[in-house]
């Protein structure tokens, strides 16, 4: 099955300054590669997320990268600010009998934005 | 709030006993999930359901473990013979349209086995 991993598991940076969080994956049939954010005691939601026919996304401050041949993938947040303070995690799925979507989740980030 | 609701948000009880988790997806999704996040992880994938169907369960789901959603709307998760090792949250999400592949989560069930 597949594998996600993701690194670091932890990331201060100062307010203002970059964030990267960098995550591989196993299986070459994944073609799916959401972000999610989790704040303490509270539901995981998407950020952004992009698929395997892309090789960049951008969102605002948010922006996700795809190397397919590497197979892996990074997500980059500039101008941190406090609230982007949260559980980041990153997660790959392949499409299931129905169509649905099984994802699996790297071990998470927990992300610590410095005033 | 026409998101996930999943009830209870809370459960303690102790090892041996029979608890229930019951999950709300959004009223147009018709493919409802379950996962399970312990502390420190990120949400492990345990069942899928198409409407009524399940379609799919993980490894992880042992035969103390049925989830159900009889009408393909709500749906149940019930854990049998609770062992403390069953402790985490207990997570569900909803979708509808393939292409997208968003999964809308609910805040979750935590369940502490004593």
């Known amino acids: 099955g597949e594998n996600v991993e993701q690194h670091p598991s932890t990331l201060s940076v100062q307010e203002g300054d970059s964030a990267v969080i960098k995550c591989t994956y196993s299986?070459?049939?994944?073609?799916?590669f959401p972000w999610y954010k989790q704040e303490l005691g509270k539901r995981p939601q998407l950020i952004i997320d992009?698929?395997?026919?892309?090789g960049e996304k951008k969102d605002q401050r948010i922006a996700v990268t795809l190397n397919k041949t590497a197979k892996h993938f990074s997500l980059h947040i500039t101008e941190t600010q406090p609230e982007d303070s949260a559980v980041y995690f990153c997660?790959?799925?392949?499409?299931?009998?129905?169509?649905?979507?099984?994802?699996?989740f790297g071990t998470g980030t927990q992300l610590k934005v410095e005033l | 709030d026409t998101g996930v609701s999943q009830d209870p948000r809370h459960k303690i009880t102790k090892r041996g006993q029979n608890v229930t988790f019951r999950c709300d997806p959004i009223?147009?999704?018709?493919?409802l999930y379950w996962y399970r996040q312990t502390l420190g992880q990120g949400p492990e994938f345990l069942t899928y359901?198409?409407?009524?169907?399940?379609?799919?369960k993980s490894r992880l789901l042992s035969d103390r473990f049925s989830a159900e959603r009889p009408k393909g709307s709500f749906s149940t998760l019930e854990i049998q013979r609770t062992e403390q090792g069953d402790s985490a949250m207990y997570l569900c999400?909803?979708?509808?349209?393939?292409?997208?592949?968003?999964?809308?989560f609910g805040e979750g069930s935590r369940l502490t086995v004593l």
């Open positions: 999400a909803s979708s509808l349209d393939r292409n997208t592949g968003e999964l809308f």
């Open positions: 299986d070459s049939a994944s073609n799916y």
């Open positions: 992009i698929r395997s026919n892309v």
């Open positions: 997660a790959a799925s392949y499409i299931l009998t129905g169509g649905g979507n099984k994802l699996t």
């Open positions: 009223s147009e999704h018709n493919r």
């Open positions: 359901f198409q409407n009524e169907a399940q379609l799919e």
